[in-house]
């Protein structure tokens, strides 16, 4: 079984990759924290994927 932390930041449940490897945050909290000039996620379409 799987252990299921929170985020420190949002309290969303994370998984242990967050948890050791993200220093306790979601994926949005923590590109928000460590990377605001990226924070942003932009979707596009390309026909060639």
Not at 8 to 36: R, S, W
Request: proline share 4%; glycine share 6%.
């Amino acid at each position: 079984m799987e252990e299921k932390f929170n985020c420190k930041k949002c309290k969303t449940v994370i998984g242990g990759h967050n948890q050791y490897l993200h220093d306790g945050m979601c994926d949005d909290c923590f590109f928000a924290e460590y990377f605001p000039e990226d924070a942003q996620v932009f979707a596009f379409e390309n026909p060639n994927l």
